[in-house]
């Protein structure tokens, strides 16, 4: 017979053996529920109309399973990747912000200015970069074309470039000799503009006006809106205008229609840089917040997934419909520039 002492000396070992296994058999539920959480029944991704919507359904089909590949390196089984295009860039923002869409994909910085509270950007698409990337204007303006080269970009510069006509000319005369532009010198030119939701042709140029004048680019005295950047640099060749913000490389693009269907002789020596933005980033990638699939570590497997992806042959192919070369991890603070001049922009609303 046991004591009364030795009774409860076993009972006691009993209770404390049933709660040990209590725990583990807890510890091994959450552990398969771990497993679990890395088997994901669907992924969706939207992608930005920048091009033409069945064009870019055609070019990322094969995503579907390329990406389910490369997330299963990193661990994560994804049983579908649904891939869908949204109507306008604010549609794609819309779903992201209801959880409706997974991933926001080629995102523009605006956008995802517009929808950061309810998304995290996760890449950034990088692009052969230029041989020239000052802040300084005059340093633009050696007469010889910009390049491009071998290092890989995540950004690029918006240009304030003045024509050949009078007033452009003697905007550049005064940059090229090292003095500072005022803004009765700016203010008294004709300006072509891009749509307000460019931001190489319009929200960059006015964030531009707004560090260095303290002036809006709606206090402009005399602008005009192009159509496209095409439609621009003919104005710009034939004196209608003397200013034009463009991205950095839009003179490379328009080298020969300067020349063949504008009828100017250089667009080299012919324009000159005025003005340097801060860097606009590329197109991101970005996840929803309220998106119940995904979790940091799916959000850290989608990160490695598309840098390797970009990487191959197959992704090159895919990734090439938004002129992207390859990702790179980004921050909410890169867009920084980005998310100011957005505020900018409602301020001046």
Same mark, same amino acid.
């Given at each position: ?10 009972? =006691? ?31 969706? #991704? ?15 089909? &094969? ?14 089984? #994804? ?5 869908? #295009? ?16 997974? #991933?926001?994909? %080629?995102?523009?910085? @605006? ?21 020239? /990337?000052?802040?300084?204007?005059? /340093? ?21 470039? *003045? %024509?050949?006509? +009078?007033?452009?000319?003697?905007? =550049?005369?005064?940059?090229? *000799? ?8 700016? !203010?008294? =030119? $004709?300006?072509?503009? +891009? ?18 004048? $303290? ?29 034009? &913000? ?31 933005? &801060?860097?606009?980033?590329? /197109? ?12 940091? @570590? ?11 992806? =970009? ?11 938004? !002129? ?26």
């Amino acid at each position: 017979m046991f004591s009364k002492k030795m009774k409860k000396s076993l009972f =006691a070992m009993g209770a404390l053996a049933t709660l040990t296994m209590s725990l583990t058999a807890c510890s091994s539920s959450n552990n398969e529920a771990s497993e679990e959480s890395k088997d994901v029944s669907e992924l969706n #991704v939207m992608f930005v109309p920048s091009k033409n919507p069945d064009d870019i359904v055609t070019a990322t089909e &094969p995503l579907q399973s390329l990406l389910k590949d490369e997330l299963k390196k990193e661990g994560y089984n #994804v049983e579908k990747v649904n891939i869908t #295009v949204g109507t306008n860039y604010e549609a794609v923002g819309e779903a992201l912000a209801s959880g409706t869409a997974d #991933v926001g994909y %080629g995102v523009s910085g @605006g956008t995802y200015a517009l929808y950061q509270d309810d998304t995290d950007v996760i890449l950034t698409a990088t692009r052969a970069g230029l041989d020239k /990337d000052s802040e300084n204007a005059k /340093d633009w303006n050696d007469g010889k074309a910009t390049e491009t080269t071998d290092k890989q970009a995540t950004s690029y510069r918006s240009l304030i470039i *003045a %024509g050949p006509s +009078a007033k452009g000319q003697e905007l =550049a005369k005064k940059i090229n *000799a090292g003095k500072e532009l005022t803004w009765d010198d700016l !203010s008294s =030119a $004709n300006w072509g503009l +891009a749509s307000t939701t460019s931001s190489a042709g319009y929200i960059y140029p006015s964030l531009w006006l707004d560090e260095n004048y $303290n002036h809006n680019i709606t206090e402009l005295t005399t602008t005009v809106q192009n159509d496209s950047y095409g439609s621009g640099f003919a104005r710009l060749a034939s004196g209608q205008i003397d200013v034009l &913000p463009v991205y950095a490389d839009a003179r490379r693009d328009f080298v020969e229609a300067w020349t063949k269907e504008y009828g100017k002789s250089d667009i080299w020596t012919e324009t000159n840089v005025i003005g340097v933005t &801060p860097a606009i980033y590329n /197109d991101a990638i970005v996840v929803s917040k309220n998106s119940k699939t995904i979790t940091t @570590g799916l959000k850290s497997a989608l990160q490695e997934a598309l840098i390797n992806l =970009a990487k191959t042959d197959e992704g090159k192919k895919v990734i090439a419909i938004y !002129s992207h070369e390859g990702y790179k991890k980004a921050t909410n603070d890169d867009y920084k520039s980005e998310i100011k001049a957005q505020e900018l922009m409602k301020a001046n609303s």
